[in-house]
């Protein structure tokens, strides 16, 4: 039997070993995915916190039920740990690590580059390997191979590679194991799509890692979409969240100069809606903010430059998003301006900083930068999210979650709506705040006291 065929017995019989390496918003799920199908699972992190909490059957993570990850934690179906040498007991090993950007904007492949270390130094052969993490096109091949291909030299499981080796190139080692890349598309706080039956796009760079990786994947996905190469899959993932920047940016563009003209952006986008083909609606806000959408063009802008190829498009609609916390600051400086009042002085309560509904996520939220902002004009800044009981400010430092209650709306001189919670009621904050800026057209009847993006 090749290795591949051994690998795909073992699937076949529901006897393979999968760790995930990195349990966070996307790593967690898909483990607990692939031990609720019964797959003994491992899941490796560097925050032994987390490992803790997760072998005590302590949930950290929203789109989980409790009662689920205690279930497979009880069941011994998962566990997680910090000893990366048990990587050796996995037939798969996948990837969910941060791709965040350095403070150049450039892309910081740390921890990518950590984990194919730590494979490199202890997967066993013919082990499948798969990167779930955003980044850019050619990463699978062209940054991964290269350093589990390096580290692969000191692993005792291929002692017939020795250190200075010169044929450990990239293209002699890689048919000793798997590589592929599958994208992660989850979308936390969606009631209707979770990892289970977002449909999953996969690319290896050998058939029968196309073939090792769908068998895998089929147990905790329901539908999986295979292409003809890692790069592929690469630029899927890239194509989908630019498709979404670019429509937030055009609308965001459209909402200022439909504020100008006065037309209320909300009525035409309702009226396009109706067209029953060609047109897909977004809704304009304060600006983009989560892990992807904000950070995406950046990775895709660092190859291109390889390429010599500039995305003009992609920068314009960055542009546009980079300016609508300020916007929205002017916004709020406006309706206070329109009560005689100043920036500098005034109470402004946030309600949410989370950068979608329902979420606990603030990461590159646009509510952040905004209370920067209003906070660097002489703002005094509080905040209210259900989700999100502590913030950290860059001016401001740790900021604490403040009770939304009749009291708390009717001492601020303004309240600004910048997350649309579900557990926000209108009626009572519309009753008890003396002004309002609403930015996320949760207020349908403006009266004399709320303003509107
Ligand atoms: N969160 C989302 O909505 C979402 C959606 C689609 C894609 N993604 C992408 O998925 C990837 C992971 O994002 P996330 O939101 O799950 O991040 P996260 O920060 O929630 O989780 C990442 C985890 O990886 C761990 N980690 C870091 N370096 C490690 C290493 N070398 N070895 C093992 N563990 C390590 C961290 O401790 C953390 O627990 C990113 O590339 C992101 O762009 C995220």
């Known amino acids: 039997m090749t290795t591949a065929q051994q690998l ?21 799920p898909l483990a607990v995915s692939f031990a609720e199908a019964g797959v003994k699972t491992l899941g490796f992190d560097k925050n032994p916190a987390k490992v803790e909490k997760i072998n005590h059957g302590d949930n950290y993570i929203q789109d989980i039920r409790d009662a689920v990850l205690r279930e497979v934690v009880d069941k011994v179906a998962f566990s997680a740990t910090t000893d990366f040498s048990r990587m050796a007991e996995c037939d798969a090993l996948i990837i969910a690590v941060p791709t965040p950007l350095d403070r150049f904007k450039k892309p910081d492949m740390r921890y990518i580059e950590s984990a194919c270390t730590d494979i490199g130094r202890y997967m066993k052969p013919g082990t499948f390997i798969c990167l779930e993490s955003t980044t850019y096109p050619t990463t699978t091949e062209d940054f991964m191979l290269p350093i589990i291909g ?47 039956n977002t449909p999953k796009v996969l690319g ?33 993932k890239i194509l989908e969240n630019t498709y979404r920047l670019i429509n937030i940016s055009l609308i965001n563009e459209l909402a200022l100069l439909a504020g100008k003209m006065d037309i209320n952006i909300w009525e035409v986008i309702e009226a396009a809606k109706t067209k029953p083909f060609g047109f897909q609606a977004f809704y304009p806000g304060p600006g983009i903010g989560g892990h992807c959408i904000p950070l995406d063009p950046f990775y895709l802008e660092h190859i291109a430059k390889k390429y010599n190829f ?33 920036v500098n002085g ?38 209210h999210d259900p989700h999100i009981p502590t ?36 009626e009572f904050i519309q009753k008890h705040a003396k002004m309002i800026v609403d930015m996320r057209n949760m207020i349908k009847e403006a009266g004399d006291k709320v303003y509107k993006l």
Not at 394 to 415: C, F, M, N
Request: no cysteine; hydrophobic share 40%; aromatic share 6%.
């Open 8 to 28: 795909l017995k073992k699937i076949e019989d529901n006897t393979e070993v999968v760790g995930i390496i990195g349990l966070g918003y996307v790593g967690l």
């Open 150 to 196: 390096e580290n692969i030299k000191t692993n005792p499981h291929f002692n017939d590679i020795s250190a200075s080796d010169s044929k450990a190139t990239p293209k002699n080692i890689a048919p000793r194991f798997f590589l592929a890349y599958s994208p992660e598309r989850v979308d936390p706080g969606n009631p209707s799509f979770h990892t289970r």
């Open 204 to 236: 290896a760079m050998t058939p029968e890692g196309l073939e090792i990786g769908t068998k895998l994947y089929a147990k905790a996905i329901d539908t999986i979409h295979p292409v003809s190469s890692p790069r592929v899959a690469e630029m899927v």
């Open 310 to 342: 500039d995305l003009s498009m992609i920068h314009t609609a960055g542009h546009i998003n980079m300016r609508m916390p300020h916007y929205m600051y002017i916004k709020i400086a406006t309706a206070l301006n329109r009560h005689k009042k100043a």
């Open 346 to 383: 005034s109470t402004v309560l946030f309600l949410g900083v989370a950068y979608k509904p329902n979420i606990n996520d603030e990461r590159e939220s646009p509510a952040l930068e905004i209370m920067e902002i209003v906070a660097h004009k002489g703002g005094k800044v509080q905040y």
């Open 391 to 426: 913030v950290q400010t860059h001016g401001q430092g740790a900021l604490t979650s403040i009770p939304l209650t009749a009291e708390t709306l009717g001492q601020a001189d303004v309240v600004v709506l910048t997350t649309n919670h579900s557990a926000f009621e209108v």
